[in-house]
């Protein structure tokens, strides 16, 4: 029999975006019943469960949180509103039609099986993923030990894992500088952070905090150009960059490392929304949203958070949320 | 003798450069914070340097739970704390908010679980 769930608002995604989605429309007067999150991992609350450093909330708790107590405390307010959520459930597919008739969501649970729900209004908060190591170009095998930061970040903080020993780390994101730390102080030897650009991505904090403090060598205008050893990382190859990012001859150095990380950017995940005809910016990879309401091109199809565009803080994610989640109430209510 | 630091402030991503202005154990100006986090971090950041610490226990169970200090410790003392974290078998019925380690390496932090 197909399992059909029809709602007023879905929303795609539960972690701190999707969450503060949801209770701002509901907040706003849509009942929690007609309101339903769907939530691919097995607990709500997204990247934030595995951002374990502090440095969450300020905004919009007055306090310094940790990321799991951030997300913690949306948890503990959609349990109280007694908002559904439906986790272990993964959307494979979205039909927004022309915007006038409900749209459509399938999804697969390991519970449930195949899961269709039909709703006035979405909201996308899928969030972002890490740029991978296809996305840039490096020589040399492919062999094992090559994580994006986020990746080593769920080994570590997580599952309890150390992916290796002896890093190297290539690009100067946040999640890498916060990763150089981690692993510093679960005993690994971080031997160099790369940076391809003349300057830092990451925050100045995390510099100072993650990188700083443990005399960890970062250098700017520096890439990695190859992998060396075929089953596991044995080494890397680094040089120096010109202005337009081309390796200088005669400035290559090997170094001897079991673990490359790749913290080299964040792009927003809208595989659905493309497959559902939304329009993407090609410049940010975001949805095309109206900064009024998040509105996408479809009607009733709302985008808020890192799947909108990469933000530096989640309280920042949480106040665009209350817009989509607003708009959304609106919406329905027509 | 007077001295002088310019600290770049870790509370928030704001990443304040704050100049502390200090002798001995006193602190004589504070310039360039813009919250009252910032002027106490860099006043102790001057003289006598704390960091938090977040982390991982594993439970007797084997699962991993996420665990922070409940106050900044000093910083001299971070890697003695991590080994104490490193060393210890959490039960397996902690939950959110419960104090793992009180008083961790003899500090007044405690190592407090923030995971699942």
């Not at chain 1, 706003?28 to 309101?35: E, F, W």
């Not at chain 1, 991992?41 to 909330?57: M, V």
């Not at chain 2, 594993?58 to 704390?81: F, H, I, L, M, W």
Request: aromatic share 4%; net charge negative; charged share 25%.
């Amino acid at each position: 029999m197909e399992n059909v769930r029809e709602v007023k608002i879905a929303v795609i995604g539960g972690g701190p975006a999707g969450m503060s989605a949801a209770l701002a429309a509901y907040e706003n007067g849509v009942a929690a019943k007609d309101i339903l999150i769907i939530e691919r991992e097995e607990s709500l609350g997204g990247i934030l469960k595995q951002c374990i450093h502090s440095g969450f909330g300020l905004h919009r708790f007055k306090e310094e949180l940790t990321g799991p107590e951030y997300a913690h405390r949306y948890v503990e307010m959609v349990k109280e509103a007694k908002i559904p959520y439906l986790c272990n459930a993964m959307v494979l597919e979205l039909n927004g039609g022309d915007g006038k008739e409900k749209k459509t969501i399938k999804a697969t649970s390991s519970v449930e099986g195949i899961i269709t729900v039909k709703a006035d209004a979405v909201i996308l908060a899928m969030g972002c993923r890490e740029r991978p190591r296809g996305a840039l170009t490096i020589a040399g095998e492919r062999p094992a030990g090559i994580y994006t930061a986020g990746t080593a970040q769920k080994y570590v903080n997580i599952m309890g894992y150390m992916p290796g020993k002896k890093v190297v780390i290539l690009g100067s994101g946040d999640i890498g500088l916060i990763m150089a730390r981690r692993m510093t102080l679960e005993g690994a030897q971080v031997l160099q952070i790369c940076e391809i650009a003349p300057k830092i991505s990451g925050l100045a904090r995390n510099v100072q905090q993650c990188v700083s403090d443990f005399g960890i060598p970062l250098r700017l205008s520096c890439t990695v150009v190859k992998v060396h050893g075929r089953e596991r990382v044995e080494g890397v190859t680094i040089a120096d960059v010109d202005e337009d990012f081309n390796p200088k001859p005669g400035t290559e150095r090997y170094l001897a490392c079991d673990t490359l990380l790749l913290s080299c950017g964040l792009i927003p995940e809208n595989d659905l929304s493309r497959a559902a005809g939304i329009d993407i910016d090609p410049r940010t990879n975001g949805a095309v949203c109206s900064e009024e309401d998040d509105q996408t091109s479809i009607p009733g199809i709302f985008a808020c958070g890192n799947v909108r565009k990469v933000f530096d803080l989640v309280d920042n994610v949480s106040k665009d949320a209350v817009v989509a989640g607003t708009a959304a109430a609106e919406y329905v209510r027509g | 003798m007077v001295e002088e630091k310019k600290i770049t402030c870790v509370i928030c991503p704001n990443s304040c450069v704050v100049t502390v202005k200090y002798e001995g154990e006193n602190i004589i100006e504070v310039t360039g914070h813009n919250c009252k986090r910032g002027l106490k971090y860099a006043s102790a950041e001057a003289i006598h340097p704390v960091r938090s610490i977040s982390s991982t226990v594993r439970c007797a169970d084997g699962r991993v739970v996420a665990v922070k200090t409940s106050q900044p410790v000093p910083k001299e003392n971070v890697y003695d704390v991590m080994w104490e974290i490193n060393h210890f078998t959490a039960p397996n019925d902690i939950e959110f908010g419960d104090v793992v380690i009180p008083h961790v390496f003899g500090l007044e932090a405690d190592v407090v679980v923030i995971g699942g």
